[in-house]
């Protein structure tokens, strides 16, 4: 079997209620501000890793946080996840950039971010 590799867990996406106060914590958590700092995502990038705040779990419904596995080739990764069990959740899409995101369910129902920058 030929799998293509990842570059490891580099974004965490949290779903949170209150953005005001979810960003107060995490800037003291990471000893940062923000990036990115918007009423619909707030981001923050700390060694090497960014964490991101969607309120309301965004238009994708998240309930828990998503960590998001950077891929090079994220239809290559789609067809090898999905082949050994897994199901799509929300298709590969450009989310900016050309960044192109994707999640799937493992068969416990964990979800599993994908990740690819252009």
Known sequence: MTASSTEGIKTVLHPVSDLARAKAVYAALLGASPQTDGPYY????????????????????????VAYWHVSDI???????TAAGAAVNEPAHDVGGGRLVATVTDPDGNVLGLLQDS
């Open 42 to 65: 707030v981001g923050f990038d700390v060694a090497g890793q960014h964490i991101g705040l969607v309120p309301g779990g965004g238009p994708q419904g998240m309930t828990s946080p």
């Open 75 to 81: 239809e290559a990764k789609l067809a090898e996840v």
